[in-house]
Nanobody
């Protein structure tokens, strides 16, 4: 499974941004996709994940501001980010998990939120 993330960039606080991650390869074995992020000097943390069935789970710091969605037919996961804050600045990584519990990570896309 290969993951290609896109959509990062520089925005001002309060603005919105949408990230995309497309899975290829043995993508039919994927049952969960999502996003994690890692800020400088901090551990990687959960942003949001979504299952094939549409169940979602969000990190506490983004709940209510970010929305994850998925196009199962195309194996693309989206992260709509609203009301961005400077503390949302991080490298955002796409993750996929297969039915055999193998995990795959994308290359990361940088999101920078200026105050």
């Amino acid at each position: 499974v290969q993951l290609q993330a896109s959509g990062g960039g520089l925005v001002q606080a309060g603005e919105s941004l949408r990230l995309s991650c497309a899975a290829s390869g043995r993508s039919t074995s994927i049952n969960l996709m999502g996003w994690y992020r890692q800020a400088p000097g901090k551990q990687r943390e959960l942003v949001a994940v979504i299952t094939n069935g549409g169940s979602t789970n969000y990190g506490n710091s983004v709940n209510g501001r970010f929305t994850i969605s998925r196009d199962n037919a195309k194996n693309i996961v989206y992260l709509q980010m609203r009301s961005l804050k400077p503390e949302d600045t991080a490298v955002y990584y796409c993750k996929a998990r297969t039915v055999s519990w193998r995990e795959y990570w994308g290359q990361g896309t940088l999101v920078t939120v200026s105050s």
